[in-house]
C-alpha cells in the first residue's frame, strides 16, 4: 500500500495528465484509478483525512455541482440529467480525494503530473505537425512554404482533426506547458528547454484560436518583461526593452502572415463575431450567426428563467428555439450553444450557477495571488478568458482537467500560504 501512495498515484497522475492532449478518452479512466487508489489507500488507513485540508472543499470545483442538483426535479428527461451530472462527477470527486493527500503527497503528485502534460503536449504537437507538414508537402514542392501552409484546411480544427480534439482545449493545454517550461524548474535542462517551447510555440499558430493567441502574446510579454527586469534592474529600461520587442514581434508576424488565413482569421472574422451579425457572410466562403448574436439569445433565454435556469442538460435545447424565433438559422441548424461558459452556467442553473462559478474563479485567483504561483494564477486567468469565449466546461476533456488541476493549484496555494504565516 505505501508503494501505492508513494509510486502509484504520481505515476497514475502523470499518465493522467499525459494521456490528456491526445484526447482518447483514457484520461477519463485513469483519473477514475487515481480514485479507487486514494480510496484504498484510505480505507487500508494508509491515507487519513486531513483536516486542514478540509476548507478548500468550500473553493474546490464541488460548488459548481450545487446549482444543477435540482435539474433532476425541472428536466423532463432526467435521464439526460444524470449523464449530464455524471459527466461533471469529477468536479465533486476530485476536490474530496484531495482533502485526504498530505503536503508531500500534492507536491509529488503536482510535479509528476506537470511533467506528464508538458510530455503529452509536445508529443501530440509534434504528431499534428508532422501530420500537417505531410499533408501540405503532398501538393507541394518538397521544402517549398509560403501562405498556403497556414490556410484553412492546415489550420484549426482541421489541424486537430486527426485526434479529434477541439483547438481551445489544445491550446490550454499547450499555453499550460508553456508556463510550466518557461517559469517553473520542472524541466531542468536548457536545450530540452528551448526545444518544447519552440514545438509547443509553433502548434500554437496552427491552432489557430484567438483566444489561445491572445494569451499566449500576454504569456511571452510577461516572460520578457521578467527577463529585462532580471537584466536591467531599472523598470524604465524593462517596460522600454519590452514593449520595443513586442513591437517588433508583432511587425514581423504582420509580414510573414498578413495574406494567410491565419490572419485573417484573427483580424477579419473576430471583427464580425464581436458585431451583431444573422446570416451574413464572415469570410468569402462562409456564413453564419456572430457569436454576439449568441449571446444576445443566450441572454433572452436566461430572462426567462433568471434564477434557478433550465436545468443541465437543456442549454442546446432552450437555445435551438430561440435561435429559430430570432432567424439564426444556422445556428439552430448546428445546435451550438452560447459559445460562453458563463451565460452557459446561467442557461442551466440560474444566476445562482453564475454567482458560484465567478465566486470560484475569483477567489481561487486570490489564493494564487497571495501565494505568488505564477504558474497556477496563468491557469485560473486562462480558465476565466477562454469561458468568455467558449462552452469549456460541457466536455471531459474541460470538466476533468479543471477539476484535477483547480484541486491540484488551490491546495499547492493553500500550503505556500500556510508555510509563509508560520
Known amino acids: 500500500m505505501l508503494f501505492l501512495r508513494n509510486n502509484g498515484l504520481p505515476y497514475i497522475s502523470f499518465t493522467f495528465a499525459f494521456a490528456l492532449p491526445f484526447a482518447n478518452g483514457i484520461n477519463n479512466y485513469v483519473l477514475a484509478l487515481f480514485y479507487i487508489v486514494v480510496a484504498l489507500l484510505v480505507f487500508s488507513k494508509k491515507l487519513n483525512f486531513q483536516k486542514s485540508n478540509f476548507s478548500t472543499v468550500l473553493y474546490s470545483t464541488i460548488i459548481l455541482m450545487i446549482p444543477f442538483l435540482w435539474s433532476i426535479f425541472i428536466v423532463e428527461n432526467s435521464a439526460d440529467v444524470l449523464i ?4 461533471r462527477l469529477s468536479f465533486m470527486l476530485t476536490p474530496i480525494s484531495f482533502v485526504f493527500l498530505t503536503n508531500k503527497d500534492v507536491l509529488r ?3 509528476f503530473s506537470l511533467k506528464g502534460l508538458t510530455i503529452g503536449a509536445v508529443l501530440s504537437s509534434v504528431l499534428l505537425i508532422v501530420l500537417v507538414l505531410l499533408k501540405y508537402y503532398s501538393l507541394k514542392p518538397i521544402f517549398t512554404i509560403d501562405n498556403d501552409l497556414f490556410n484553412y484546411f492546415h489550420t484549426s480544427a482541421n489541424y486537430t482533426y486527426p485526434i479529434d480534439i477541439h483547438p481551445s482545449y489544445l491550446g490550454l493545454y499547450i499555453l499550460t506547458s508553456l508556463v510550466i517550461l518557461l517559469f517553473t524548474g520542472v524541466f531542468v535542462s536548457k536545450v530540452w528547454k528551448s526545444l518544447f517551447v519552440g514545438i509547443l510555440s509553433l502548434s500554437m499558430f496552427f491552432l489557430n484560436s484567438r483566444i489561445i493567441l491572445a494569451l499566449y502574446l500576454i504569456l511571452i510579454i510577461i516572460y ?8 536591467f534592474k531599472n523598470r524604465r529600461l524593462t517596460v522600454i526593452s519590452t514593449a520595443t520587442l513586442m513591437v517588433v514581434v508583432l511587425v514581423i508576424f504582420f509580414n510573414l502572415f498578413k495574406n494567410t488565413y491565419l490572419f485573417q482569421h484573427i483580424k477579419s472574422e473576430t471583427t464580425w463575431e464581436l458585431t451583431h451579425q444573422i446570416g451574413t457572410n464572415y469570410n468569402r466562403k462562409g456564413s453564419g450567426d456572430s457569436r454576439l448574436a449568441r449571446w444576445d439569445a443566450a441572454i433572452q433565454v436566461i430572462k426567462k428563467h433568471p434564477f434557478m435556469g433550465h436545468g443541465i442538460s437543456m442549454e442546446t435545447e432552450v437555445l435551438k428555439d430561440q435561435y429559430i424565433s430570432m432567424g439564426m438559422n444556422t445556428a439552430a441548424k448546428e445546435n451550438y450553444n452560447s459559445h460562453n461558459q458563463f451565460l452557459g452556467f446561467a442557461i442551466e442553473g440560474g444566476l445562482i450557477s453564475l454567482i458560484l462559478f465567478c465566486f470560484y474563479l475569483i477567489l481561487n485567483l486570490y489564493f494564487t495571488l497571495k501565494s505568488k504561483d505564477f504558474l497556477s494564477m496563468f491557469f485560473f486567468v486562462s480558465i ?38 508560520r
Not at 84 to 87: G, S, V
Not at 224 to 231: D, I, N, P
Open 109 to 111: 503528485i503536482k510535479n
Open 224 to 231: 520578457f518583461g521578467r527577463y529585462f527586469q532580471s537584466k
Open 84 to 87: 449530464a451530472l455524471e459527466r
Open 384 to 421: 476565466a478568458a477562454i469561458c468568455l469565449v467558449e462552452n469549456l466546461l460541457v466536455r471531459n476533456a474541460g470538466i476533468t482537467f479543471l477539476s484535477f488541476y483547480g484541486a491540484l493549484f488551490l491546495h499547492s496555494s493553500f500550503n505556500s500560504i500556510k508555510s509563509r504565516t
